[in-house]
Nanobody, 116 residues
């Protein structure tokens, strides 16, 4: 059973920054396209950013363009999401996803709360 583990969430003031991390103990991520999603209470998950297996292709949702950077370190088997200039509306649970052998693997998420 592949389980992704997110970390790095927390409480931050508007305008602040956070870096989220995602790793997969026992599963090699370097062949997986990966994504960050976020989920608001009672809502469907929405895509935040995608990245290709080698890190060369990235896609961002319009809501975070210019404020978010997705990147990965395959040597550390870790995916990252740098979030800058955070807004109250960025408050959500952030989840990572890995696509491996046609199967989506998900983490349980890390909560980001943006509040003054």
């Amino acid at each position: 059973q592949v389980q992704l583990v997110e970390s790095g969430g927390g409480l931050v003031q508007p305008g602040g920054s956070l870096r989220l991390s995602c790793t997969a103990p026992g599963f090699n991520l370097d062949r997986s396209a990966m994504s960050w999603y976020r989920q608001y209470p009672g809502k469907e998950r929405e895509l935040v950013a995608d990245i290709g297996p080698a890190g060369g292709v990235t896609v961002y949702a319009d809501s975070v363009k210019g404020r978010a950077t997705i990147y990965r370190n395959n040597a550390k088997n870790t995916l990252y999401l740098q979030l800058n200039n955070l807004k109250v509306e960025d408050t959500a649970v952030y989840l990572c996803k890995a696509l491996g052998d046609g199967v989506d693997y998900w983490g349980k998420g890390t909560l980001v709360t943006v509040s003054s």
